[in-house]
């Protein structure tokens, strides 16, 4: 939980680095779901980046995340048909149900244990579950390896492991895995989204500085191991952040 409540220093940063997300997920969200979402929740909503996207379609979002400084920017940019809660997953009630309810690269940080029959509890009867996320990668090779080289003294990897260890190679990936065991859910989908970004070398170590891996490290690592990245990037880095997206529907 340390890590999941280590982004609220660098709010700005997130929300200045991150990219937001296309059209092309809410059209795959919402074709999913069959059917008008009037009312969404969303789980560890960061600055709003998925916030603002979903509520262009949905009546009234609620957007829920434990770390105050993340929600104080999120609360600049998002309509007014978005209420913000500050309230981890673990702590929200049962008193409303939700046509939809997603996490945006969040579900890792919420607690396996009871989480499929916590997120049954949120949901209306057909309701819809969605979470997207993937990593950063450095499309040319060259440059992916001397990046790698700068903060092996560091980090050997920044990526999060799978929550429940499944290899990469696996066609279903978590948490798709753990749907389509789950009582609570059925017609579980995977859904793969190209997406191909072009930064400057400065914005791609900023965005770096928003990622949990980094950020558990100590000040003076931190500055190290970014000045050392920075100083091995060409002026513009392509990336690979294709997003993989996990739809299934309460029973």
């Known amino acids: 939980m340390s890590r999941a409540l280590s982004f609220g220093v660098v709010a700005e940063a997130y929300e200045r680095f991150r990219p937001g997300y296309s059209e092309e997920l809410l059209d795959v969200v919402m074709t999913y779901a069959?059917?008008?979402?009037?009312?969404?929740?969303?789980?560890?909503?960061?600055?709003?980046?998925?916030?603002?996207?979903?509520?262009?379609?949905?009546?009234?979002?609620?957007?829920?995340?434990?770390?105050?400084?993340?929600?104080?920017?999120?609360?600049?940019?998002?309509?007014?048909?978005?209420?913000?809660?500050?309230?981890?997953?673990?702590?929200l009630d049962f008193g409303e149900k939700y046509g939809l309810v997603y996490a945006a690269a969040a579900l890792h940080w919420t607690n396996p244990d009871g989480r499929w029959s916590r997120m049954a509890a949120l949901l209306e009867s057909g309701g819809v579950f969605a979470s997207f996320g993937g990593p950063f990668h450095l499309a040319d090779p060259?440059?992916?390896?001397?990046?790698?080289?700068?903060?092996?003294?560091?980090?050997?990897?920044d990526d999060i492991p799978s929550p429940d260890g499944t290899p990469p190679d696996q066609a279903m990936q978590w948490?798709?895995?753990?749907?389509?065991?789950?009582?609570?859910?059925?017609?579980?989908?995977?859904?793969?989204?190209?997406?191909?970004?072009?930064?400057?070398?400065?914005?791609?170590?900023?965005?770096?500085?928003?990622?949990?891996?980094?950020?558990?490290?100590?000040w003076s690592e931190q500055e190290q191991v970014f000045s050392q990245i920075r100083r091995v990037l060409p002026e513009t880095v392509d990336l690979i952040a294709d997003l993989t997206v996990h739809l299934a529907r309460r029973r």
């Open 34 to 91: 069959g059917r008008p979402v009037r009312t969404a929740l969303e789980i560890g909503a960061g600055t709003g980046k998925a916030t603002r996207l979903f509520a262009q379609r949905v009546d009234s979002v609620t957007a829920t995340e434990p770390d105050a400084g993340m929600l104080a920017e999120l609360r600049k940019h998002v309509p007014a048909n978005v209420q913000s809660r500050q309230a981890a997953f673990e702590d």
């Open 142 to 157: 060259a440059v992916a390896e001397a990046a790698h080289a700068a903060r092996a003294p560091f980090l050997d990897s």
């Open 175 to 218: 948490p798709g895995t753990e749907l389509e065991q789950s009582e609570w859910f059925t017609d579980v989908r995977q859904v793969e989204i190209e997406r191909r970004l072009t930064m400057s070398a400065d914005d791609y170590v900023g965005h770096l500085t928003t990622v949990s891996a980094y950020l558990v490290l100590p």
